[in-house]
C-alpha cells in the first residue's frame, strides 16, 4: 500500500511563528503536492514539485515556501505565520495517475 | 487559471436511488477527470478516473466524459449510506503534473 505520512495531525503556532510541516512518501513517486483545504473553498493548490529541488508555484503560494531536497520528503514552510493560515493542509503524492493523500495536518494560528 | 466548478450542495437521494454529481471544467486542454470521495474529517481518496469521451463502470460507479461540453459526471447506483461524503471533481493537462480540484459536492444518502 502506498503510504503518505505527514509529521503532525494538530498544531498549534503562534502568529508570526516559523512553522515546517513536513510530508514523507514511500512509493518513490516523482510528484508532491500541497493543498490547504477550507469549508466552502475546497483543496487549493499552495505548490508542487515534480522533482528533487524543483518546485513549481500553485494557486495560492502567498506566505508560503517549499523544500524538496530528497524525493520522498516534501516539506512546506510558513515564513511567519498568520491567523489567515488557519486550515487543514493535505499533502498529495502522484505518479501522474491517482494522487495519494497523507492524513492532513490541522493547523491553528493564534 | 483553470476552473473546476461543481454544485456544492448538499444533495440529498433516497437510499436506492441513483446519485448524480456534476463537475464542469474551464481548460479544453484538460485530458485527465478523477473523482474523489472525502468522509467527514477524512483525507481524499480516489473513487474513479477517466480519460476518453463516454462512460466508464466500475460496480455501482459510472464516470461520464464529454469533452465537447467539458463535463464530467459521476453516477453512484444503488446508493448506500456510507455513501455519504463530499465528492471531489480533479483535472489536469496530460504530461502536466498540477492537479486541479473542485470545491466539492456534499452526498447524503437518507435511510
Known amino acids: 500500500d502506498v503510504k503518505v505520512t505527514q509529521s503532525s495531525r494538530y498544531l498549534v503556532k503562534r502568529t508570526g511563528e516559523k512553522v515546517f510541516l513536513e510530508c514523507v512518501q514511500d512509493m518513490d513517486h516523482e510528484n508532491m503536492f500541497w493543498y490547504r483545504q477550507d469549508p466552502g473553498l475546497g483543496l487549493r493548490l499552495i505548490y508542487f514539485?515534480?522533482?528533487?529541488?524543483?518546485?513549481e508555484k500553485g494557486d495560492i503560494p502567498e506566505g508560503y515556501s517549499v523544500s524538496r531536497e530528497k524525493k520522498e520528503r516534501f516539506s512546506l514552510i510558513l515564513e511567519s505565520a498568520s491567523t489567515n493560515q488557519t486550515s487543514m493542509y493535505l499533502c498529495?503524492?502522484?505518479?501522474?495517475?491517482?494522487?495519494?493523500f497523507g492524513q492532513g495536518t490541522r493547523l491553528t494560528v493564534v | 487559471q483553470k476552473e473546476v466548478e461543481q454544485n456544492s450542495g448538499p444533495l440529498s437521494v433516497p437510499e436506492g436511488a441513483i446519485a448524480s454529481l456534476n463537475c464542469t471544467y474551464s481548460d479544453r486542454g484538460s485530458q485527465s477527470f478523477f473523482w474523489y470521495r472525502q468522509y467527514s474529517g477524512k483525507s481524499p481518496e480516489l473513487i474513479m478516473f477517466?480519460?476518453?469521451?463516454g462512460d466508464k463502470e466500475d460496480g455501482r460507479f459510472t464516470a461520464q466524459l464529454n469533452k465537447a461540453s467539458q463535463y464530467v459526471s459521476l453516477l453512484i447506483r444503488d446508493s448506500q449510506p456510507s455513501d455519504s461524503a463530499t465528492y471531489l471533481c480533479?483535472?489536469?493537462?496530460?504530461?502536466?503534473?498540477?492537479?486541479?480540484f473542485g470545491t466539492g459536492t456534499r452526498l447524503t444518502i437518507i435511510p
Open positions: 514539485s515534480y522533482d528533487v529541488k524543483m518546485k
Open positions: 480533479a483535472v489536469n493537462d496530460f504530461g502536466n503534473e498540477k492537479l486541479t
Open positions: 498529495a503524492s502522484t505518479p501522474n495517475t491517482e494522487a495519494f
Open positions: 477517466i480519460y476518453s469521451n
